[in-house]
Protein backbone atom coordinates (compact mmCIF):
# COMPACT_ATOMS: atom_id res chain seq x y z
CA UNK A 1 0.00 0.00 0.00
CA UNK A 2 1.84 3.41 -1.10
CA UNK A 3 1.67 6.11 1.18
CA UNK A 4 -0.72 9.09 0.80
CA UNK A 5 1.28 12.42 -0.76
CA UNK A 6 1.91 14.61 1.10
CA UNK A 7 -0.80 17.96 0.87
CA UNK A 8 1.10 20.52 2.30
CA UNK A 9 5.11 21.51 3.38
CA UNK A 10 6.99 24.43 4.53
CA UNK A 11 8.60 26.76 2.22
CA UNK A 12 11.90 28.11 3.64
CA UNK A 13 13.19 31.67 2.44
CA UNK A 14 16.26 33.97 2.76
CA UNK A 15 16.43 36.79 2.35
CA UNK A 16 19.74 38.88 1.00
CA UNK A 17 20.91 42.13 -0.41
CA UNK A 18 22.34 42.54 -3.53
CA UNK A 19 25.97 41.85 -1.90
CA UNK A 20 24.73 38.96 -0.49
CA UNK A 21 24.47 39.52 2.91
CA UNK A 22 21.30 38.99 5.18
CA UNK A 23 18.62 41.26 5.49
CA UNK A 24 17.25 40.93 9.05
CA UNK A 25 14.17 42.17 10.85
CA UNK A 26 11.84 42.29 7.67
CA UNK A 27 8.36 41.33 8.09
CA UNK A 28 7.51 38.97 5.10
CA UNK A 29 3.94 37.96 3.98
CA UNK A 30 3.07 34.69 1.94
CA UNK A 31 0.11 34.63 0.19
CA UNK A 32 -1.54 31.47 -1.53
CA UNK A 33 -5.07 29.40 -2.25
CA UNK A 34 -6.74 32.81 -0.79
CA UNK A 35 -4.46 31.83 2.19
CA UNK A 36 -1.22 34.30 4.04
CA UNK A 37 1.11 33.95 6.80
CA UNK A 38 3.44 36.57 8.44
CA UNK A 39 6.52 36.11 9.94
CA UNK A 40 9.97 38.09 10.35
CA UNK A 41 13.06 36.88 8.90
CA UNK A 42 15.92 36.36 11.76
CA UNK A 43 19.42 37.14 11.91
CA UNK A 44 20.37 35.11 9.10
CA UNK A 45 17.78 37.10 6.68
CA UNK A 46 15.75 33.03 7.06
CA UNK A 47 12.33 33.08 6.93
CA UNK A 48 9.54 29.45 7.18
CA UNK A 49 6.40 28.79 6.35
CA UNK A 50 4.87 25.77 6.98
CA UNK A 51 1.94 24.03 6.18
CA UNK A 52 1.88 25.71 2.58
CA UNK A 53 -0.53 23.58 0.49
CA UNK A 54 1.42 21.74 -2.57
CA UNK A 55 1.59 22.34 -5.41
CA UNK A 56 0.48 25.77 -5.84
CA UNK A 57 1.99 29.51 -6.50
CA UNK A 58 2.94 31.18 -3.66
CA UNK A 59 3.41 35.06 -3.53
CA UNK A 60 5.57 36.65 -1.07
CA UNK A 61 5.57 40.01 0.09
CA UNK A 62 8.79 41.66 1.65
CA UNK A 63 7.92 45.07 3.74
CA UNK A 64 10.93 47.25 3.40
CA UNK A 65 11.38 50.38 5.67
CA UNK A 66 10.60 53.91 3.82
CA UNK A 67 10.21 52.13 0.19
CA UNK A 68 7.60 49.71 -1.46
CA UNK A 69 7.39 46.32 -0.87
CA UNK A 70 9.47 43.76 -2.97
CA UNK A 71 7.12 41.19 -4.27
CA UNK A 72 7.74 38.16 -5.84
CA UNK A 73 6.20 34.71 -6.79
CA UNK A 74 7.45 31.06 -6.09
CA UNK A 75 6.16 27.68 -6.74
CA UNK A 76 5.47 25.33 -4.00
CA UNK A 77 7.03 22.08 -4.68
CA UNK A 78 6.60 18.54 -2.86
CA UNK A 79 10.61 18.96 -2.32
CA UNK A 80 11.92 20.98 1.22
CA UNK A 81 13.70 23.61 -0.52
CA UNK A 82 15.28 26.84 0.56
CA UNK A 83 14.15 30.14 -2.02
CA UNK A 84 17.11 32.75 -2.43
CA UNK A 85 15.66 36.25 -2.85
CA UNK A 86 18.05 38.72 -3.67
CA UNK A 87 16.58 42.60 -2.84
CA UNK A 88 17.80 45.20 -5.66
CA UNK A 89 19.66 47.02 -2.84
CA UNK A 90 22.65 46.94 -0.42
CA UNK A 91 20.62 46.44 2.66
CA UNK A 92 22.01 48.63 6.06
CA UNK A 93 20.29 47.68 9.60
CA UNK A 94 22.01 51.35 10.45
CA UNK A 95 22.62 54.51 8.69
CA UNK A 96 23.78 57.77 8.87
CA UNK A 97 21.28 60.64 9.38
CA UNK A 98 22.55 64.06 7.84
CA UNK A 99 20.96 67.05 8.46
CA UNK A 100 21.49 70.84 7.51
CA UNK A 101 20.11 74.02 9.61
CA UNK A 102 19.67 76.70 7.25
CA UNK A 103 18.08 80.32 7.21
CA UNK A 104 15.35 81.42 5.29
CA UNK A 105 17.35 82.31 2.13
CA UNK A 106 18.72 78.26 2.32
CA UNK A 107 21.78 79.46 3.30
CA UNK A 108 24.15 77.04 6.02
CA UNK A 109 24.30 78.23 9.68
CA UNK A 110 27.55 77.42 11.06
CA UNK A 111 28.32 76.54 14.96
CA UNK A 112 24.01 75.09 15.36
CA UNK A 113 24.14 72.91 18.64
CA UNK A 114 22.16 69.72 17.59
CA UNK A 115 20.39 66.76 19.43
CA UNK A 116 19.74 63.46 18.63
CA UNK A 117 17.30 61.07 20.72
CA UNK A 118 16.45 57.20 19.35
CA UNK A 119 15.64 54.56 21.52
CA UNK A 120 17.10 56.09 25.00
CA UNK A 121 20.37 57.39 23.22
CA UNK A 122 21.19 60.27 22.74
CA UNK A 123 24.08 61.86 20.56
CA UNK A 124 25.51 65.99 20.34
CA UNK A 125 26.89 67.74 17.27
CA UNK A 126 27.69 71.30 16.07
CA UNK A 127 26.75 72.24 12.26
CA UNK A 128 29.66 73.17 10.39
CA UNK A 129 30.31 75.56 7.92
CA UNK A 130 28.03 75.07 5.63
CA UNK A 131 25.16 74.09 8.35
CA UNK A 132 25.42 70.76 8.06
CA UNK A 133 25.75 67.38 10.46
CA UNK A 134 26.00 63.76 10.43
CA UNK A 135 24.85 61.15 12.73
CA UNK A 136 25.90 57.52 12.33
CA UNK A 137 24.66 53.52 13.13
CA UNK A 138 21.15 54.64 13.74
CA UNK A 139 19.15 51.89 13.30
CA UNK A 140 16.80 51.72 10.23
CA UNK A 141 13.51 52.42 10.54
CA UNK A 142 13.84 53.58 13.96
CA UNK A 143 11.88 57.27 14.58
CA UNK A 144 14.04 59.97 15.92
CA UNK A 145 13.68 63.10 17.49
CA UNK A 146 16.50 65.54 16.69
CA UNK A 147 16.63 69.34 18.80
CA UNK A 148 18.14 72.49 17.46
CA UNK A 149 19.47 75.34 19.94
CA UNK A 150 19.21 79.15 18.33
CA UNK A 151 19.11 82.44 19.12
CA UNK A 152 19.04 81.72 23.21
CA UNK A 153 15.49 80.43 22.19
CA UNK A 154 14.17 77.30 23.40
CA UNK A 155 15.01 74.35 21.38
CA UNK A 156 13.42 73.38 17.69
CA UNK A 157 12.34 70.04 17.97
CA UNK A 158 11.82 68.08 14.55
CA UNK A 159 10.56 64.07 14.04
CA UNK A 160 12.51 62.09 11.65
CA UNK A 161 12.78 58.54 10.27
CA UNK A 162 16.19 57.00 10.02
CA UNK A 163 15.63 55.24 6.14
CA UNK A 164 17.88 53.43 3.58
CA UNK A 165 18.72 55.97 1.16
CA UNK A 166 20.26 58.51 4.05
CA UNK A 167 19.16 61.50 2.31
CA UNK A 168 19.98 65.06 3.85
CA UNK A 169 17.21 66.73 5.79
CA UNK A 170 17.60 70.33 6.12
CA UNK A 171 15.58 72.42 8.39
CA UNK A 172 14.57 75.67 8.23
CA UNK A 173 15.03 78.27 11.08
CA UNK A 174 13.48 81.83 11.10
CA UNK A 175 16.34 84.39 11.90
CA UNK A 176 15.17 87.57 12.62
CA UNK A 177 17.53 90.09 10.45
CA UNK A 178 19.46 93.02 12.66
CA UNK A 179 18.23 96.25 11.70
CA UNK A 180 21.35 98.67 11.65
CA UNK A 181 19.38 101.52 10.21
CA UNK A 182 19.05 103.20 13.90
CA UNK A 183 22.68 102.76 14.09
CA UNK A 184 23.03 105.31 11.13
CA UNK A 185 21.07 108.13 12.92
CA UNK A 186 24.23 109.51 14.77
CA UNK A 187 26.28 109.91 12.33
CA UNK A 188 23.83 111.85 10.09
CA UNK A 189 23.56 114.32 13.45
CA UNK A 190 27.12 114.66 13.71
CA UNK A 191 26.50 115.54 10.22
CA UNK A 192 23.87 118.06 10.15
CA UNK A 193 25.96 120.04 13.29
CA UNK A 194 28.95 119.78 11.40
CA UNK A 195 27.35 121.11 8.12
CA UNK A 196 25.82 123.94 10.57
CA UNK A 197 29.10 124.92 11.90
CA UNK A 198 30.26 125.16 8.44
CA UNK A 199 27.56 127.42 6.95
CA UNK A 200 28.31 129.63 9.85
CA UNK A 201 32.15 129.70 9.59
CA UNK A 202 31.62 130.25 5.82
CA UNK A 203 28.95 133.35 5.72
CA UNK A 204 29.77 135.20 8.90
CA UNK A 205 26.53 134.57 10.94
CA UNK A 206 26.85 135.72 14.37
CA UNK A 207 25.05 131.94 15.28
CA UNK A 208 26.11 128.94 13.92
CA UNK A 209 22.87 127.56 11.85
CA UNK A 210 22.74 124.37 13.79
CA UNK A 211 19.55 122.04 13.27
CA UNK A 212 17.52 121.25 15.95
CA UNK A 213 16.67 117.75 17.30
CA UNK A 214 13.76 116.74 18.88
CA UNK A 215 14.35 115.60 22.18
CA UNK A 216 11.96 112.46 21.28
CA UNK A 217 14.15 111.53 18.52
CA UNK A 218 17.22 111.25 20.72
CA UNK A 219 15.10 109.03 23.25
CA UNK A 220 14.34 106.58 21.01
CA UNK A 221 17.75 106.78 19.60
CA UNK A 222 18.86 106.08 23.28
CA UNK A 223 16.41 103.14 23.17
CA UNK A 224 17.35 101.62 20.52
CA UNK A 225 21.15 101.47 21.10
CA UNK A 226 20.17 100.35 24.75
CA UNK A 227 18.52 96.98 22.62
CA UNK A 228 21.12 96.65 20.26
CA UNK A 229 23.76 96.12 23.29
CA UNK A 230 21.42 93.76 24.94
CA UNK A 231 21.26 92.07 22.13
CA UNK A 232 25.31 92.14 21.44
CA UNK A 233 25.10 90.88 25.16
CA UNK A 234 23.21 88.06 24.66
CA UNK A 235 25.42 86.81 21.71
CA UNK A 236 28.30 87.24 23.25
CA UNK A 237 26.81 84.80 26.60
CA UNK A 238 25.97 82.40 23.76
CA UNK A 239 29.06 82.11 22.59
CA UNK A 240 30.69 81.48 25.79
CA UNK A 241 28.83 78.65 26.19
CA UNK A 242 29.15 77.02 23.21
CA UNK A 243 33.04 77.31 24.01
CA UNK A 244 32.29 75.99 27.59
CA UNK A 245 30.38 72.93 25.89
CA UNK A 246 33.29 72.51 23.25
CA UNK A 247 36.20 72.21 25.62
CA UNK A 248 33.82 69.88 27.87
CA UNK A 249 34.11 67.77 25.07
CA UNK A 250 37.42 67.67 24.40
CA UNK A 251 38.24 66.85 28.01
CA UNK A 252 36.53 64.20 27.88
Known amino acids: MKN ?52 SDVNILIALPDQDPFEKRIICQKKDEEHVMTLPFTFRSTAMMRFQIADSEGKGLKKIPL ?32 SVKHSGKEPLVKNFRCNQQEELHQIVIDIPKKNYKPLLILPCLFLLIGAGFLSWWLTGDDEPNIPSVPPSALILEECRCKDEIEELRQEIRRVKKEIAEIRMKGED
Request: proline share 8%; with cysteine; aromatic share 4%.
Open 115 to 146: RLECKGTSAEDVTDKEGRSEFSDIPVGEKVRL
Open 4 to 55: AEPTTTKIRIRIVDKENRPAPNLKVTASYKEASAESDTDGQGRVNFPQVPVP
